[in-house]
């Protein structure tokens, strides 16, 4: 299966990291390609990455970000 992540932060790495150990083809994506970059080196060699809409492709299951809750948000992230 092929599966896409719309962020790279912790909870991209795990699920994809497992998911990658099972055998799956997991593409991360960020608005900054060197993050995106990262994340998939840091997996392993099943792994793509990708920025903006380039995750929404034939074939790929894309799982949204994780928002933090109200109130949380960071200057400059978003």
Known sequence: M???????????????GAWSIT????AF????????QAVA????PTTM???GN?????GFITA???EPRFGERRKGTY
């Open 41 to 44: 080196e840091e997996i392993g």
């Open 54 to 58: 380039a995750l929404v492709t034939p």
């Open 2 to 16: 092929q599966i896409g992540f719309w962020g790279s932060g912790n909870m991209a790495r795990v699920l994809g």
């Open 23 to 26: 055998g799956h083809q997991v």
């Open 29 to 36: 994506g960020s608005r900054h390609l060197e993050k995106s």
């Open 64 to 66: 949204p970000r994780a």
């Open 49 to 51: 990455f990708a920025t």
